[in-house]
Each structure stands twice: as structure tokens, then as C-alpha cells.
């Protein structure tokens, strides 16, 4: 075998062992009708500051000028995430400092950024190109877009993008100020791989760069992990800076992905500038349910209608399609899922429910409380006490392990089927608080962003506030749905970018750009997002908000006990997202049958 061919396979082989633990799902949707035979071919870039950057064109053959689709990957020559019809050619480009590309990685900044235009300007002149040009990615390739916006982008006319972070410090990285240190460590480490393995062509080619290529992913690593954990001047030009353009855009995410917030931050932005803009929840890194085909017809269509001008109708859809779960996780990607179509995000006509927090015993879990939550706060306030010691990940963190059980094999899952207790909560409950509702007199579909409203204080000056919702089925069985948390050094929210309902917060945009801790055993108000929650809460299921350590998963705190004050004017509550038609109210007032 050649040795481009043996490293391409020790690539695909080091791909298929470490993706599902980093956060990459493995499928690729496919928007292609035919079967045409595929030429391709790799051309270099040479940018403005004499960096080489490698390309792939590939297209039915023999290759003509089409409409092209572009896709900037940092993962190399496996970096590809759509196929297309023989309609579109496709050109992948490696992103600087990465795969078989020259330079320094900058961690998706201001100089890669560049890159996408100057690109994009000149594959719009090549002569396999009609001039109409669409950019598309998933995970770190739609990132690259979302922060490139604010530029013009030339000869784009449309845009798919899957999974990816509208801000990459809140939507990934360190989400509530904590940092989500399996994660960045996975996606440093896969986006590594494929630029060590063509280490030996570099060296040959250009030994310098070799050097660049090495230190800029060292420096990235450091940075985005450890150099910058408030949201300051690198984290800001890494992340939505404005939109200097109006590419009607797909948007594609899953109910359970580890990136699961910047796309609905992004179909909100668009659509407020009366862009076309379409949000499909239809599966990301989290895989897709049985029965359904990964958003693969969404693509095809999108792309059709905005790039190649077809009147498909694409444009009369609903703007938000989304598959919700019924119950779980691993149900829902077994094919038991809900659809749920709407004209808008958060979906015009949801309404908030304020449950509080309840000393009084609900029957519901094995905690160290089992409290309750409550239609209306108890008169009497009161405090209860937990440790904040990390928390089982395939517990606490759904979105992290999303990315294995939706993966190309699913290995938690399959584990999950002998040992349920692996991805339900009860193991974590034993060391947390719970507040959980009598059982729900009919169903309630949530669908949107929730808050946590928390009166709370600690023995340590800086604790991470970690709380997850779950969908508890009448056998007691507490399903993990969607998680928020907090770093206890950022109590402030940015009021003019937080969501209100009625007068209510129920989406706190939280202020991260300074930090301050609090004394020991200081109380203090803190307003924590949790993810959209997107689930159907069948007739007899309750609803569990858990307070729990940190996930593994996420930068270790230190050891604490934390006190949360219950009841009173000020106790603590869950805003509740519930769809036109549920009632939390009604579901728990009136009696079952």
C-alpha cells in the first residue's frame, strides 16, 4: 500500500476509535440522488500571508462548473461532513495548522476567519465553479461559519449548518463558566490526529511549518482550556460578532447534542434580520432515531431551492421541525419520538411554569431529601445541604454522552440495556438533592429553555452549581433530559440578552466576562440556563429538577458543601417550558383517571 494510502488508513482507523469519546458522531448526510462516478482531486491554496492550504474538489466526473459546496474541517481529509447529488461539486478545505494544511492554528480566530473569505473569493473564480457557492458544515466546520459572519462572504447564496456553537466559550466549551474539559480535550485531540499523521509530507515540504503546525495546536489547547476562563477578547472573536450577510440557512441539531444551544441562538438572530432561516431537530452528534433519515432530504431540498434555484416549496415549511423525546434518550433514538412543528424558536404560544422547591417529601427518588416540587412556594423557608463531589458523567451529563450513544456503534447504550442504571439518575440522586411533582394527570410537551432560579451558598468560595431535569416513569426510574450549570463565580446575567416571559426570566443569559467568588456561606441569587428541554411528559411520569456535583466530565471543583434555601418569598424554583395545549398547572391539580 502507498504511504499516503497507509496514513489515510491508520487515520480512518484512529478516527473510528476515538470519535465517539470526542464528540464526533461519524454519520454524514448524504443529499445525493445518483450514482454518478466521482473524480477528485487536491489543490492547493496559497492565502494572503504565503500560507499553503490543501483543498479537495470533487465532483461527478468528468468535473464541470456547478454550483459548489464548501466545508472547512480542522479533522483533515475525514473532515467531510455532507455528500451531494452529481448536481454540486465539493470542496473541502483544511483548515490552517491542521490536517496536510500549513500555518498556525488559531482555535477557528481572527486569521482562519480571513481564510474563509479569501477562499471563498477565489474557489468562486475557478472554473469548476458556476459562481454560486453554498458553505455547509457540522460541529467545528459550522463553527468556522458562525464565526465568520460578521464578514461578507463572497459569491455564497446558501448555508447548512449542523451543530455548531453560536458562541464557542457558553455553547461548548465553558458552558456557565465551567469548563467542559472532556470535550475540549477530545476536540483538541481528534483535530490533532489527522495533522500529526501528515506530519512526514509537511517535514518533507516545509519543515518550518511543521514547527507552526505543532505549536498552534499546543497553544490552542492551552488557551481555549486553561488561559481564558472568563469570557474576554479571545473568546469574543470566537464566536458570533454580528452578520454582514443574507444566506438563507438550515439549520440541523439533535434533542441531546453536545452543542445544543447555538443553533437556536443563531435561527433567532437570523430570522430577526428576515433571513430564511430553517431549524430541524432531527439528530447531530447524538445520532438520529430509527425510521428517520438524519436531516438527509432537508439538505438535498435546502440546497436545491437556495443554490441551484429550484421552487421546491422549501420556503412554505415550517420554520422549526423538531423530533422531542418521549420519555428518554435511548428510546428516542430506538424510533419513539414526538414531532412537533412551529413558526419560530422559543415556539410562539409557550408558557413558563414556576415550580418551586419543596421540603416536602414527594416518594419519587432516593436522595438526601426527596423534596418536591410545587406549584406554589412553601410559606416557611428552610435549607438543605448536599456535597458538590463529581457526579457520574453517563448520569449527569446527557449531552456529553449523547455523543457516544448516538455514535456509529453506541457502546452506552448497549451497556445501558444490561446496567439501566449506567444513564438513568438514581446512582447520582444518592448524593444530591432532588424536587420532583406528583405524577402528571395528562401529558405535558415541554419545548424550549428553562431557568433555575437558585438561592444558594457554600463552604467554598467558588462551587459549580449543576442541575438536571429528568423524566421520572412510573417505575421510579429517573430519565436524564436536560442538564444546566453554573460556576458560583458568576452570579450576573446580561439582562438585554436574557429571555422574559410575562415579567418572568426563563432564559438567563449569563454574565461571564469577570468573575467573583462569594464568602463562605455567603447566600447569593443565581439564575442558571438549563438547555432546551425537548420532551413529551407522558400521563403518570413526573418532572425531577437533581442538584448534584459537577460531571466528571468538566473541570474539578473543589470539595464543598453546598445549602440551598427552600420555601419563603425567595426560595428556590425551575421555570418550566410548556407548549400551547400542555398545562403543568392543570396535569397537577387535577385527578388522574
Given at each position: ?188 485531540g481528534l483535530i490533532g490526529a489527522p ?29 481555549a482550556g486553561f488561559l481564558h476562563p ?364
Amino acid at each position: 500500500m502507498p504511504r499516503r494510502r497507509t496514513r489515510l488508513a491508520w487515520c480512518a482507523l484512529l478516527v473510528t476509535l476515538v470519535a465517539p469519546v470526542l464528540g464526533v458522531s461519524g454519520q454524514v448526510a448524504s443529499a445525493a440522488v445518483d450514482e454518478a462516478p466521482i473524480e477528485s482531486a487536491d489543490l492547493r491554496f496559497t492565502t494572503s500571508d504565503e500560507v499553503s492550504l490543501v483543498t479537495t474538489l470533487s465532483g461527478a466526473a468528468p468535473i464541470a462548473a456547478r454550483p459548489t459546496v464548501v466545508e472547512f474541517t480542522p479533522y483533515g481529509t475525514l473532515g467531510r461532513s455532507y455528500e451531494v447529488s452529481s448536481d454540486y461539486n465539493y470542496l473541502l478545505v483544511q483548515i490552517r495548522g491542521t490536517g496536510d494544511s500549513d500555518g498556525t492554528f488559531d482555535a477557528l480566530g481572527p486569521r482562519s476567519q480571513r481564510d474563509v473569505v479569501e477562499v471563498l473569493r477565489w474557489a468562486c473564480r475557478q472554473p469548476w465553479s458556476d459562481g454560486r457557492l453554498s458553505v455547509a458544515g457540522f460541529s467545528a466546520s459550522a463553527i468556522m461559519i458562525f464565526n465568520s459572519l460578521h464578514q461578507k462572504l463572497p459569491c455564497v447564496k446558501a448555508s447548512v449548518l449542523r451543530s455548531g456553537t453560536f458562541e464557542l466559550y457558553r455553547d461548548l466549551l465553558v458552558p456557565g463558566g465551567i469548563l467542559n474539559l472532556v470535550a475540549g480535550a477530545g476536540v483538541v485531540g481528534l483535530i490533532g490526529a489527522p495533522a500529526i499523521l501528515a506530519g512526514p509530507d509537511r517535514l518533507g515540504r516545509n519543515p518550518i511549518s511543521s514547527l507552526e503546525v505543532a505549536l498552534g495546536l499546543v497553544g490552542a489547547g492551552l488557551d481555549a482550556g486553561f488561559l481564558h476562563p472568563t469570557l474576554d477578547d479571545f473568546w469574543t472573536e470566537r464566536g458570533f460578532r454580528g452578520n454582514a450577510n443574507r444566506i438563507p440557512t438550515l439549520l440541523l441539531d439533535g434533542a441531546f447534542d453536545v452543542e445544543p444551544r447555538g443553533d437556536y441562538q443563531a435561527f433567532q438572530q437570523l430570522r430577526s434580520q428576515g433571513i430564511p432561516a430553517q431549524l430541524q431537530v432531527v439528530g447531530a452528534h447524538d445520532g438520529a432515531p430509527v425510521g428517520t433519515d438524519f436531516g438527509v432530504r432537508a439538505v438535498g431540498r435546502w440546497l436545491d431551492r437556495y443554490l441551484r434555484g429550484v421552487r421546491n416549496g422549501v420556503e412554505d415549511e415550517p420554520a422549526v421541525q423538531m423530533l422531542l423525546a418521549d420519555g428518554d434518550r435511548e428510546d428516542m433514538l430506538a424510533g419513539e419520538f414526538v414531532r412537533q412543528d412551529a413558526a419560530s424558536w422559543p415556539v410562539p404560544g409557550t408558557r413558563w411554569a414556576a415550580l418551586s422547591f419543596s421540603a416536602d417529601p414527594a416518594g419519587a427518588a432516593r436522595s438526601i431529601n426527596d423534596g418536591s416540587l410545587t406549584l406554589a412556594p412553601p410559606e416557611t423557608a428552610t435549607t438543605q445541604l448536599y456535597p458538590a463531589v463529581a457526579s457520574l458523567v453517563t448520569n449527569t451529563d446527557p449531552n456529553n454522552v449523547a455523543t457516544i450513544g448516538g455514535g456509529p456503534s453506541g457502546q452506552i447504550n448497549q451497556l445501558a440495556t444490561y446496567v439501566p442504571q449506567l444513564t438513568d439518575m438514581d446512582l447520582s440522586n444518592l448524593t444530591g438533592l432532588t424536587y420532583t411533582t406528583a405524577p402528571l394527570a395528562e401529558p405535558v410537551v415541554a419545548a424550549g429553555p428553562a431557568s433555575l432560579d437558585l438561592q444558594l451558598s457554600s463552604t467554598s468560595p467558588t462551587t459549580q452549581i449543576w442541575a438536571v431535569v429528568s423524566d421520572v416513569s412510573p417505575d421510579g426510574t429517573a430519565h436524564p433530559i436536560s442538564v444546566g450549570r453554573l460556576s458560583s463565580d458568576f452570579p450576573g446575567v446580561v439582562e438585554d440578552k436574557s429571555l422574559y416571559s410575562r415579567g418572568e426570566l426563563v432564559q438567563p443569559y449569563g454574565d461571564y466576562s469577570t468573575s467573583s467568588s462569594a464568602l463562605p456561606g455567603e447566600v447569593r441569587s443565581y439564575h442558571v440556563e438549563i438547555w432546551p428541554i425537548l420532551n413529551r411528559f407522558k400521563k403518570g411520569h413526573r418532572i425531577q429538577l437533581s442538584l448534584v456535583g459537577q460531571s466528571v466530565a468538566s473541570r474539578p471543583g473543589l470539595p464543598a458543601i453546598n445549602a440551598v434555601v427552600v420555601g419563603g418569598a425567595q426560595g428556590s424554583r425551575l421555570m418550566f417550558p410548556q407548549l400551547p395545549g400542555s398545562d403543568v398547572r392543570r396535569a397537577l391539580t387535577r385527578p388522574a383517571r
